[in-house]
């Protein structure tokens, strides 16, 4: 199995087709559909943001989880998959985590068919 690498830009076809892998890529991924709620958290975003997956699925991501990403440009862009269904963006972003400010690289990219979109997290 090849590794993919962040910000490919064939990442969502490949998850698609496989979505296992999501579990093993070496950065977080989290699956939101169009309001918001996670489908998928992967184990590398749930040691990014110290959560057991388990316990994020079926909650919204912007009100539950991370309130933190409803800065202007992070919850703009998911405004923007919200209302069109298309989105594949990458920008950095520093969430206020504990006291602190993590860095990030945000890669969000809709899947194919318009219905979720996958958050793609890296720290810098």
Known sequence: MEIIPFGSADLDN????????????????VLL???????????AEGGIANRNPADVIGKNFFNEIAPCAKGKRFHGEFLRFHQTGQVNVMFDYKFAYKGANVGVKIHMKSQPDGQSCWLFVKRV
């Not at 998850?15 to 991924?29: K, T, V």
């Not at 169009?34 to 958290?41: H, W």
């Open 14 to 29: 490949i998850l698609a087709r496989e979505p296992q892998r999501a579990e093993y890529l070496p950065f977080g991924a």
């Open 33 to 43: 559909d169009r309001s918001g709620t996670i489908l998928k958290y992967n184990r």
